[in-house]
């Protein structure tokens, strides 16, 4: 309604409005999907390199919701990203531990201890490429050869770009990060219009004829998709079922 009466105000009496997740509105800007967003995004310097921000018309603050006693010492996004116990994963084994979820579906490079933890399919990271890069006709890649590359990466605490620096570290690597952004599909979007490279597990990489998965030859970036749950849980009856079920549709995919 604020853009719509702005806009109308400047003489633009109609608006088409189409809906973007919202990590992935930055990209569209940068593709020419859109031509505005209209959000509450936040004004950070890396994105006033690439896109023009108006004049706030609502600000707002932010916290961390931590466990008490801020046992990770979680003041600020810096210790985040610094601490390797903090991760997406951790937040899910998390909110099982607590009783707020019965049932995670987790990206692990083990099993957990003090889990029932159920592997439904194995996968692997791959660097996602756009068709007009030129490793586009490559069915692989080297780690060496990703040296130089803009990427596209997932915030600090997502396992799939934990995996990925852990093969760098290995090399004593690093790769050049142009953007970080807070889910699979806006990186998807991102790599899409061109932006740089991208890293996403092998089976979330999707149908987008633009998008191509390449397999790192010379590094091991696998890991296994579980279903995660208490032991004391794990017979009861709904979340027996589920077990069983997950497992009937991952064997009949997989046949």
């Known amino acids: 309604d604020v853009a719509r009466a702005v ?11 189409i809906v973007v997740g919202y990590g992935a509105m930055i990209p569209a800007l940068m593709a020419r999907r859109v031509d505005m967003a209209t959000s509450g995004l936040y004004i950070k310097p890396k994105r006033c390199e690439s896109i023009i921000y108006s004049e706030p018309d609502l600000c707002g603050a932010e916290a961390f919701a931590v466990k008490k006693g801020n046992p990770f010492n979680i003041l600020t996004y810096e210790n985040i ?11 899910l084994l998390d909110l099982v531990a ?26 692997e990271v791959r660097i996602l490429v756009h068709r007009n890069h030129p490793f586009w006709k490559r069915d692989h890649v080297t780690l060496a050869q990703l040296r130089g590359e803009p990427f596209i990466l997932r ?24 953007l970080m952004l807070g889910s699979r599909e806006a990186v998807k979007e991102a790599v899409g219009a061109g932006l740089g490279l991208g890293i996403v597990l092998d ?4 149908h987008d004829p633009r998008l191509r998965g390449l397999r790192v030859k010379d590094a091991d970036l696998s890991a296994g998709e579980y279903l995660v749950t208490l032991a004391k849980n794990r017979d009861r009856g709904v979340i027996r079922e589920f077990f069983a079920l997950a497992a009937a549709y991952v064997a009949k995919d997989a046949g």
């Open 155 to 178: 915030e600090a605490g997502s396992m799939t770009r934990q995996i990925f620096e852990r093969a760098l570290a290995k090399r004593d690597m690093e790769v050049t990060t142009r």
């Open 7 to 17: 806009m109308k105000k400047l003489g633009v009496p109609e608006l088409k409005a």
């Open 81 to 91: 990203g610094n601490n390797k116990n903090v991760t997406m994963t951790t937040c």
């Open 98 to 123: 607590q009783y707020d979820v019965d049932v995670a579906v987790v990206t692990l490079l083990e099993p957990k201890v003090g889990f029932v933890c159920e592997k439904l399919f194995d996968q």
């Open 203 to 206: 089976r979330e990489i999707g």
